[in-house]
């Protein structure tokens, strides 16, 4: 097996030559495809030498960021952590590398001593190194580079990590390392008294205890979700504390009242008043939590700390900003909310540029815009935020939790499972964490694990809206759209005031064919929060009742809300079309066409994506012969998706094939595409 596997496209062979002898120059073996062994199958010759090459090198060129062999040959050395990019010409390399530092030989002369080939020769040379300790599986994948910390610490910073022994366990299992013997505890959210802002202040303490005590190696602290649950729920999961607290304050001071309850007593096992200047937040805090620890009768003695655990920050302003963009960003989906939580995040940064925590709420705004807007710079900033989080500290597992999400959205499945699963081992309690893992197992065709993932979720937080929104979301994507209104119907019970789950409600009770049901709900959801998600449901809604007009109103005021999603141009365009403008449906499509082709370069591998931008090419007249092509890399993804048969088959209708398009449509029944939806889409009536 060879030291280097050489990725790049084969119209780059020329160009590549000079790296191969330069290569080989400095003594590494290269394999670079061309010599395959007779008798032996061309593909699992290339994923046998990827699995064992200690790198893999990929030259960038106009040529290969187009390259599907070149993105999948890449993607394998990126997830083995064996990735050494490099760049032949003036270009970005795909969104899922650019986080990568790529050397640029765009200037190189070809000389295997020329000065700019030694930083490629030094990383070869490290990779080759370092593999020779690693396993063939490769075990567990390296974490990003961790700079070191900035070294000052002020004391009260210092007594607080010797008294709790901050630390973590190791990342590389999935059990919980922490003594048996334990104390648990749930922080409940404490209240303000008064209405002079003594509220934000009360989110403001309650978060920084819960996350000292997270963070320390002396208790387990509960999701805060568990909070509203009763005292038999809570004994059934062994948890054994719950504090509560209130706070207030005066124009110089804040006075919070803490209550320590032990859950199988119901009685107070500690109460206090403390009193610290404005000035003074986190010190309060951090006397609250000793004083909670003492009161468990925890020992700090008994407990080892981790090294290599930094504190969060040692600005207690920059502390208090992140608190309060947390709680932006927990309590509302606004694109107000998420401004005004990025304004906290940036002024938290400013206080402390190496604030890890600010970082990665960012990285969870960007994300959350993008999966929202469509907008790849959103995706690009995500990742660029998540990257520099782990760098200053790797032990975050909110930022390994925002990095699975983001490798969710490029279609990267097994990268977002270890890296959920590095998060839940730093917060073994967090469900949104353990529904990351069951969603990456999902889409890993893992559905009996994710299942499994799903019930542990529910597990640590039984009346948890997001696990029922969760199972709501799952049950649609496999077409249970039954089960699917179930879950939403729940997830609305326990949290009536969320626009999202009534978005939710409304798509899937549209797909079971309760029509009115779902303008009642995509109503109730616009009622609650005007988004863009709302809109278009209500428009689809409008639809398939044969209300045009109405309907493409919603979708144009969808659109400038998020003016970078395809799909609101697609559905526009096909709204349009019933209506007899030829030009603006035109106009219409061909935005949603270049959007779709956007937004793959995220993810290649987006079947929604490659199938509607197959249908927007068909109807411009498909100029450069490249829907069937879509369909074809669509189909060679999943066989069991009906959205894509139906798909499919307004695609063979706009190519003038309605054969191919009827037994696409019929492909989509079998798959369980609702009948109601078929017999109401006019665009349909062709074939049905």
């Not at 930083?119 to 990779?127: I, S």
């Not at 124009?251 to 209550?259: G, K, L, M, R, T």
């Not at 909110?398 to 890296?419: F, I, K, P, T, V």
Request: proline share 4%; aromatic share 8%; net charge negative.
């Amino acid at each position: 097996m060879a030291d280097v596997f050489l990725s790049y496209a084969r119209e780059d062979r020329a160009r590549v030559l000079p790296l191969v002898a330069a290569l080989e120059q400095a003594g590494y073996s290269v394999w670079w495809d061309r010599e395959i062994q007779p008798g032996l199958h061309f593909e699992h010759e290339i994923e046998a030498e990827l699995n064992a090459a200690a790198c893999v090198v990929v030259a960038w060129t106009h040529k290969s960021i187009d390259s599907t062999w070149v993105y999948n040959e890449a993607s394998i050395g990126l997830e083995r952590n064996r990735l050494i990019p490099l760049l032949l010409d003036e270009i970005k390399p795909p969104l899922a590398f650019r986080h990568l530092n790529a050397a640029s030989l765009a200037d190189w002369s070809g000389a295997a001593a020329d000065p700019e080939f030694e930083p490629v020769r030094l990383r070869v040379q490290r990779l080759i190194t370092a593999g020779s300790s690693v396993t063939s599986d490769r075990k567990a994948h390296e974490g990003p580079g961790i700079a070191t910390r900035r070294p000052h610490r002020v004391v009260w910073i210092a007594l607080l990590l010797f008294t709790l022994a901050l630390g973590f366990g190791s990342w590389q299992t999935l059990q919980y390392n922490r003594a048996p013997e334990t104390p648990s505890i749930v922080i409940l959210d404490f209240d303000g008294a008064g209405d002079n802002g003594s509220g934000v202040l009360a989110l403001s303490v309650s978060e920084q205890i819960r996350n000292l005590l997270t963070r320390s190696s002396l208790v387990r602290v509960a999701s805060s979700t568990l909070s509203g649950i009763s005292r038999d729920e809570l004994q059934r999961l062994d948890i054994e504390y719950l504090l509560e607290g209130v706070v207030r304050h005066s124009s110089d001071e804040i006075i919070v009242d803490v209550h320590l309850v032990n859950v199988d007593t119901g009685f107070r096992a500690w109460s206090q008043q403390l009193r610290k200047p404005r000035t003074e937040l986190l010190d309060l805090s951090f006397d609250i939590t000793l004083g909670a620890i003492r009161a468990m009768g925890a020992s700090a003695a008994a407990r080892t700390p981790v090294a290599g655990n930094p504190e969060p920050t040692s600005n207690p302003v920059s502390w208090n900003l992140y608190l309060q963009g947390m709680a932006l960003l927990n309590e509302s989906k606004s694109e107000a909310a998420l401004q005004q939580a990025a304004a906290k995040f940036n002024e938290a940064i400013a206080g402390d540029d190496a604030f890890a925590l600010a970082f990665a709420g960012l990285c969870q705004i960007n994300l959350r815009r993008y999966r929202i807007e469509h907008d790849v710079a959103r995706f690009e900033q995500a990742l660029t935020q998540c990257s520099k989080a782990l760098a200053l500290d790797s032990y975050l597992s909110e930022a390994y939790a925002a990095l699975g999400n983001l490798h969710m959205a490029a279609g990267q499945s097994s990268r977002a499972l270890d890296a959920f699963i590095r998060a839940i081992n730093l917060s073994p309690d967090d469900p949104d964490i353990a529904l990351g893992i069951s969603n990456s197992l999902v889409l890993n065709g893992d559905t009996e694990r994710a299942e499994h993932w799903f019930r542990r979720a529910l597990a640590i937080a039984p009346d948890y809206w997001r696990v029922y929104e969760a199972m709501g979301s799952y049950n649609f994507e496999r077409g249970d759209y039954e089960a699917s209104v179930a879950a939403y119907e729940k997830a609305a019970e326990l949290n009536p005031t969320d626009a999202v789950i009534w978005a939710g409600l409304g798509a899937a009770k549209s797909l079971n064919s309760d029509f009115e049901g779902a303008l009642v709900a995509a109503s109730r959801s616009m009622e609650l929060q005007p988004t863009a998600q709302a809109m278009s449901n209500t428009a689809s809604a409008y639809y398939f009742v044969g209300d045009y007009d109405q309907a493409a109103d919603l979708y144009r005021k969808a659109i400038a809300l998020e003016p970078q999603n395809h799909l609101l141009w697609g559905n526009l365009a096909e709204v349009l079309a019933q209506s007899s403008q030829p030009d603006a449906t035109r106009t219409a499509f061909a935005q949603a066409a270049k959007l779709a082709s956007e937004n793959l370069q995220v993810n290649r591998e987006d079947t929604e994506a490659l199938a509607r931008l197959a249908t927007y090419l068909a109807y411009l007249g498909d100029p450069e012969n490249q829907a069937e092509t879509l369909l074809a890399q669509a189909d060679a993804l999943t066989d069991v998706d009906p959205y894509l048969e139906y798909d499919a088959a307004l695609t063979y209708l706009r190519l003038g094939d309605p054969a191919a398009a009827r037994i696409r449509l019929n492909r989509a029944r079998e798959l369980g595409y609702p009948e109601q939806l078929i017999a109401a889409d006019p665009q349909l009536a062709r074939i049905r």
